[in-house]
């Protein structure tokens, strides 16, 4: 290849970048000052002056006003309609619409208010012809913070005040188009270096960009990287004892889900001058994956970023290892045998999906891990295992965080956590009567949501409806034919109980001013006392069931 002139700008250039579009070219010169270059002629377009650049590379989009050659009639009249708009010179926005490329860039959109003006004037035709559209725009770190600027005009539309002077930044796109700069640290705390999160995409930017959280980082950092194919950023920096360079790895995934952290990193055997990500997503078979490091003396080295993923699998195999201890023990004090114990140890270790799942990095190992954890502590206190003094007080707030971790894993714990409360439900009298009530409740509920399905689509799901039906009947009829005695504690409390609540409700809402408030149950609407009154209706209605039954030998008031 030979070199072209392309164009020229005064000063000495440090730096060039080109977004993904093509739609510019951004100089910056060691004066600081950042110039954008249209890509065809090489005109300057226009000049910021900043502040100690340095980065520069994506922001994320932007909305732009653009249109087609051709598509204004008048574009005198429409230019000076556009500048009572949006302000500006109407002689430039006439000279961009008397272009001839496949789309003309008129003006770069500021805020929501502006754009919703704009849409205005083009809906009521003061401005037809032209359209909105999202644009690539070009982010700057420097010592105000974060600079935007629009390739369009080189114009600058955003500065966001981080605390701080910026020294890199990178977007990353998953979940929302976010920048993540680094920052020096805040004086008012104690840390050691700072990544700032700035949305420049989704809802969270829908007035401009916006600081969406900070993180603390082990040392100082410099240089930001984002890797799409591994969708995880990597910062430069220092170790946290500040002896030598070496390079952070955050996971970015935050919408919804886990915060973004900092999980690994690679200490270098030098202090780089230079690096560069050598990734390409689209060609997999030719990506290194790695990041290249270089010294001003010529030395070079790489850091494999495809091999990350031991930081977060080995959790996972940990998780499925403690699962192998913790089905042993469960089956030890369930069958009282040693040999069913380990047969089910031997079993678990040799399972292909438990192995499977543990290594591969996926959540379903930790929600194993804690529901069969909690399980086996349950089943010590149920049995009678575990007989120490304050063995109660001991395994339940443990029952409780394994349950909570499974749960904050996957939602599948919840069964689980349904499953232990009927447990505990059915060791007492009362407490089988509100297992039936809920089973019930629930077969009623969950069994038309099975069978609602559209016409001409079959029944639904009837194996669900009769295994539901089916619980539901067996609980009867073991609580018939196996019945456990009322405690007089359990009377008090089915007939007591419901009477005392609503009193409590009523007399709060007195307390409040809200006895007559409407709040809306659904398609019916309530007032506080009249779910008093239906609390202590239940209570009244518990002791006439009582009563009832009794004439039948059932029930607490039945003669023993």
Not at 126 to 151: F, M
Not at 473 to 480: E, G
Not at 548 to 554: D, E, I, K, M, N
Request: net charge negative; aromatic share 6%.
């Amino acid at each position: 290849p030979e070199p072209v002139e392309f164009g020229q700008v005064d000063g000495t250039i440090k730096r060039l970048y080109v977004p993904d579009d093509g739609s510019a070219l951004i100089v910056v010169t060691t004066d600081d000052q950042v110039r954008t270059l249209d890509p065809v002629s090489g005109e300057v377009l226009g000049a910021v002056q900043l502040e100690a650049v340095a980065d520069v590379g994506p922001g994320g989009t932007a909305s732009t006003l653009v249109s087609a050659p051709g598509a204004v009639g008048d574009p005198h009249a429409l230019a000076s309609a556009l500048a009572k708009v949006i302000g500006g010179a109407a002689a430039t926005y006439e000279a961009r619409l008397a272009g001839t490329g496949e789309q003309l860039i008129i003006a770069g959109i500021t805020g929501s208010t502006q754009q919703a003006a704009i849409q205005k004037a083009i809906d009521d035709g003061r401005l037809a012809g032209l359209s909105i559209t999202s644009l690539p725009q070009v982010a700057v770190a420097d010592a105000n913070g974060l600079e935007l600027i629009n390739p369009t005009d080189g114009s600058k539309t955003a500065t966001v005040d981080l605390g701080g002077a910026a020294h890199g930044l990178a977007l990353a796109t998953v979940d929302s188009a976010r920048l993540y700069v680094s920052v020096d640290p805040d004086p008012a705390v104690k840390e050691k270096g700072r990544i700032a999160i700035v949305a420049v995409g989704g809802d969270q930017a829908k007035n401009g960009p916006a600081v969406v959280d900070t993180m603390a980082m082990p040392g100082p950092v410099t240089k930001v990287a984002y890797d799409d194919a591994t969708e995880m950023v990597h910062v430069l920096g220092r170790t946290p004892d500040g002896t030598a360079s070496t390079i952070y790895v955050i996971q970015p995934h935050a919408d919804p889900g886990p915060q973004p952290a900092v999980y690994a990193d690679a200490r270098l055997p030098f202090d780089p001058s230079a690096w560069a990500v050598d990734v390409n997503r689209p060609y997999p078979t030719d990506d290194r994956q790695q990041i290249l490091v270089f010294d001003g003396e010529g030395a070079t080295a790489s850091v494999d970023v495809r091999e990350h993923e031991f930081a977060w699998r080995l959790p996972g195999v940990l998780a499925g290892t403690a699962m192998a201890g913790f089905l042993f023990v469960l089956a030890r004090i369930l069958f009282r045998r040693r040999t069913v114990g380990l047969f089910v140890a031997v079993m678990c270790v040799a399972d292909g999906m438990l192995f499977v799942q543990s290594r591969i990095g996926m959540n379903d190992a930790y929600v194993g891990l804690g529901i069969v954890a909690a399980y086996t502590l349950f089943a010590a206190l149920w049995t009678g295992v575990w007989r120490h003094r304050g063995a109660f007080w001991i395994a339940m707030p443990l029952i409780g965080a394994f349950l909570g971790l499974a749960l904050a894993s996957k939602w599948v714990a919840l069964y689980a956590i349904v499953g232990m409360g009927f447990l505990v439900l059915v060791r007492s009298a009362l407490g089988r009567l509100l297992a039936i009530a809920a089973l019930v409740v629930m077969t009623a509920v969950l069994g038309y949501l099975a069978i609602n399905v559209p016409q001409g689509t079959g029944f639904g799901n009837l194996p669900f409806v009769a295994i539901m039906v089916a619980l539901t009947v067996v609980a009867v009829v073991a609580n018939v034919l196996h019945p456990l005695r009322w405690s007089l504690d359990e009377i008090r409390f089915a007939i007591g109980g419901p009477v005392a609540l609503g009193g409590f409700v009523a007399l709060g809402a007195i307390g409040l001013g809200k006895a007559t408030a409407t709040l809306k149950l659904g398609p019916a609407t309530v007032n506080p006392l009249e779910i008093a009154a239906a609390l202590a209706l239940v209570g009244v209605v518990a002791w006439l069931a009582f009563a009832g039954a009794s004439r039948l030998g059932f029930g607490p008031f039945a003669p023993a």
